[in-house]
């Protein structure tokens, strides 16, 4: 139990498009989803804090307006990185909450701009 | 406020051998505690937790951790370990309040034959 998906994992797109990655908890409603990135031998740096049916809270530092998170099911979430350069790319790894502080991770999404 | 620090950026042992991985926690409520595993180009797996009751926690794969509240330390570790252990580890401490998670630097673990 306690599955998370992502995808893709992994994605290659040109600079100045836009990449939409979905994160999905296959067998249990998750109130709460967490996006982070994570950069080569680095730890996770968290970018936000996603609940259904509302906007997402974002950390210090990083840009709403490019990072774009929709959290539209109790299932479901997603992270669009508008107009996207290199210095985007990175591991982006999406968690699910089910409360009692747990967190069940995705595998991951590769993301390379060219 | 909560932060997470892990001793020793990387650790190598022989195969078959004891490992302590270490862990430092600060936290203004009670934490929830984490070790996770992580292999190259995957996500995080869940190793073991520890939320209230008792202080040594087991996990996955022969692995454990005791939670030290004098020492505010959450020390994971293996009495026998093998190759197959390879890999990153990141210790993480919830806000049990707000639940965020906080996430050490990591301790990448290699195990040699």
């Known amino acids: 139990g306690a599955v998370v998906s992502q995808h893709p994992s992994w994605v290659i797109c040109k600079s100045g498009t836009s990449v939409k990655i979905e994160c999905r908890s296959l067998?249990?409603?998750?109130?709460?989803m967490f996006w982070y990135r994570q950069f080569p031998k680095q730890s996770l740096m968290l970018m936000a804090t996603?609940?259904?049916?509302?906007?997402?809270?974002?950390e210090q530092g990083v840009e709403k307006d490019k990072f774009l998170i929709n959290h539209a099911s109790l299932t479901l979430s997603t992270l669009t990185v508008t107009s996207a350069h290199p210095e985007d790319s990175s591991f982006y790894i999406c968690?699910?909450?089910?409360?009692?502080?747990?967190?069940?991770f995705g595998p991951g999404t590769r993301l390379t701009v060219t | 406020a909560q932060s997470v620090t892990q001793l020793g950026s990387h650790v190598s042992v022989s195969e078959g051998a004891l490992v302590l991985l270490r862990c430092n926690y600060s936290?203004?409520?009670?934490?929830?505690l984490f070790w996770y595993v992580q292999y190259p180009n995957q996500g995080l797996q869940l190793l073991l937790k520890?939320?209230?009751?008792?202080?040594l926690v087991k996990g996955i794969n022969g692995f454990e951790a005791e939670f030290n509240k004098s020492q505010t330390s959450f020390h994971l570790r293996k009495p026998s370990v093998h190759i197959s252990d390879t890999a990153e580890y990141f210790c993480?401490?919830?806000?049990?309040?707000?639940?965020?998670?906080?996430f050490g630097d990591g301790t990448t673990l290699t195990v040699k034959p």
């Open positions: 968690s699910a909450g089910t409360g009692a502080g747990e967190q069940y």
């Open positions: 067998d249990f409603q998750a109130t709460t």
């Open positions: 996603s609940n259904e049916g509302s906007k997402a809270t974002y």
């Open positions: 936290s203004s409520v009670p934490p929830y």
């Open positions: 520890y939320t209230t009751g008792a202080t």
């Open positions: 993480a401490v919830t806000n049990t309040n707000a639940g965020k998670s906080t």
